[in-house]
T-cell receptor, first 113, second 113 residues
Framework: NAGVTQTPKFQVLKTGQSMTLQCAQD?????MSWYRQDPGMGLRLIHYSVGAGITDQGEVPNGYNVSRSTTEDFPLRLLSAAPSQTSVYFC????????????FGQGTRLTVV | GENVEQHPSTLSVQEGDSAVIKCTYSDSASNYFPWYKQELGKRPQLIIDIRSNVGEKKDQRIAVTLNKTAKHFSLHITETQPEDSAVYFC????????????FGRGTQLTVWP
């Protein structure tokens, strides 16, 4: 089992560029989510999905887009990168039962210049 | 939705001392409370969790207590070691059965040798 695989690990973008962060899990988890982590702000939820074809916004969705075409994959798209999106991004997955562990990807350190 | 507050934001202890981190939650429907440890540059990983039908759970040097009436839960680390230095996050589920976790803002624990 690979768990949650997230790529890339590091990325530098110029303002206005777009990119996609990839996330895949092999645990057949229904729930997947994207967080950003900034100093002193904890883990803030960007978008989440409760199954293929179903996505919803979290706390900080602006500037990001997601889709869930399969159970395994949940990519995060930055539409037009801004310096305020410089952060560390984590993908996570969890079984649909409410009392199960969430597994995190390795994280992506994104810098927008 | 659920609101999870975590205190303190930073905690420094001497090696061998105990450390306590406290969290409160707002939604009485929360039924699962995990604690995650995040070492520098790494992903958050589950260290212990507790369900709402249990008041206390121990795993070697770490323990978690839950007070449903007061809606707070705490992480206790005894005989701290330098390798316990990390950021710790608490979380709750709120009334969601869909898989979402609501995280506290984290506590930076530093254990001095």
């Amino acid at each position: 089992n690979a768990g949650v695989t997230q790529t890339p690990k590091f990325q530098v973008l110029k303002t206005g560029q777009s990119m996609t962060l990839q996330c895949a899990q092999d645990m057949n988890h229904e729930y997947m989510s994207w967080y950003r982590q900034d100093p002193g702000m904890g883990l803030r939820l960007i978008h989440y999905s409760v199954g293929a074809g179903i996505t919803d916004q979290g706390e900080v969705p602006n500037g990001y887009n997601v889709s869930r075409s399969t159970t395994e994959d949940f990519p995060l798209r930055l539409l037009s990168a801004a310096p305020s999106q410089t952060s560390v991004y984590f993908c996570a997955s969890r079984g649909s039962v409410s009392n199960t562990e969430a597994f995190f990807g390795q994280g992506t350190r994104l810098t927008v210049v | 939705g659920e609101n999870v507050e975590q205190h303190p934001s930073t905690l420094s202890v001497q090696e061998g001392d105990s450390a306590v981190i406290k969290c409160t939650y707002s939604d009485s429907a929360s039924n699962y409370f995990p604690w995650y440890k995040q070492e520098l540059g790494k992903r958050p990983q589950l260290i212990i969790d507790i369900r709402s039908n249990v008041g206390e759970k121990k795993d070697q040097r770490i323990a978690v207590t839950l007070n449903k009436t007061a809606k707070h839960f705490s992480l206790h680390i005894t005989e701290t070691q330098p390798e316990d230095s990390a950021v710790y996050f608490c979380a709750g589920t709120g009334g969601s059965t869909l898989g979402r976790l609501y995280f506290g803002r984290g506590t930076q624990l530093t254990v001095w040798p």
